[in-house]
């Protein structure tokens, strides 16, 4: 049976790895992303190339998308020579990135009404991961469209978690963003105040690594703070834009955050102080400057 046609917009690391996978194992690609390098890179190992996502759309069978923000998301989809006029009657959008789960039911209400399917599939673990087809895919929507996307799915992903309703993966990724980039916020202040209390680093580490504090996050906080190796692989940016989205979420939810709001304000301190592009540990370097 031959393999479907996908038009996957969005080449960065993530992306860019995830598209040579499925070259591999021998998917049709049509490729779009702002940065022509990405895109030759695609097209010398058999990708075509397209100059809109209305003219990607109507080669595909499923459209993948793996962007930055949700602004970004809604303009390549309903902005002019965007996705919604070019995709076909029963073809299917993949969303890989990110995003505000309010965002994604409109889309996918909006996208519902000419025919075409939409799931919601953020990530876990790394671009080597991707380019590997190991990825943690968290996947949400109509379980028929699921049901018909899940091969592909699981040639990019060595576990495929099926989450339930459109937006339920987007929901369950900001969760886990929220949890982890506030335990790496936590644990690289720790080591922050520890080198300002004059307690040896490493020593905190194999104190507090013995007990239940132990997990791979302070692992990456330890390598930095006192190893210094930067091998997270998720930057500051990245990470306050999430804790934003998660933020959005749970007040679109009547509630509030308290813990996010504080994790929050000390990602985008560090966002305004220039850190943007380093990654989530880094902070160590903005908590060791910090006075009142």
Do not use: W
Request: hydrophobic content about 40%; glycine content about 12%; charged content about 20%.
């Amino acid at each position: 049976m031959s393999k479907p046609v996908i038009g996957f917009i969005g080449l960065g690391l993530m992306g860019g790895n995830m598209v040579e996978n499925l070259q591999k194992k021998g998917y049709p690609l049509v490729v779009m992303d702002l940065n022509p390098e990405a895109v030759n890179v695609c097209v010398e190992r058999g990708a075509k190339a397209a100059n809109t996502p209305k003219e990607l759309a109507e080669q595909a069978d499923i459209v993948m998308l793996c962007l930055t923000t949700s602004a970004v998301v809604e303009k390549v989809i309903f902005g002019e020579n965007g996705l919604a006029e070019g995709m076909k009657q029963g073809s299917t959008l993949i969303d890989f990135g990110t995003s505000v789960p309010a965002s994604t039911r409109k889309i996918g209400e909006a996208l519902a009404k000419i025919g075409v399917g939409m799931v919601d599939a953020p990530l876990g673990r790394t671009p080597a991961h991707a380019k590997d087809g190991l990825l943690n895919i968290m996947a949400a929507g109509n379980k028929d469209t699921f049901e018909k996307v899940r091969p592909v799915l699981g040639d990019q992903g060595e576990n495929v978690f099926y989450l339930g309703e459109l937006g339920a993966g987007h929901t369950t990724k900001l969760i886990n963003n929220f949890m982890g980039m506030t335990t790496v916020c936590a644990m690289s202040q720790a080591f922050a105040v520890a080198e300002k209390a004059g307690v040896d680093r490493q020593q905190l580490f194999d104190i507090m690594s013995t007990g239940p504090s132990s997990s791979p996050f302070m692992q990456f906080c330890k390598n930095y703070a006192v190893d210094n190796v930067s091998d997270l692989g998720f930057s500051i940016a990245n990470a306050n834009k999430d804790l934003g989205y998660f933020l959005q979420m749970v007040d679109d939810l009547g509630t509030s955050s308290k813990i996010a709001e504080g994790s929050s304000a000390n990602l985008q301190a560090a966002f305004d102080a220039g850190m943007g592009q380093g990654n989530v540990p880094e902070i160590f370097d903005y908590y060791l400057k910090l006075s009142k």
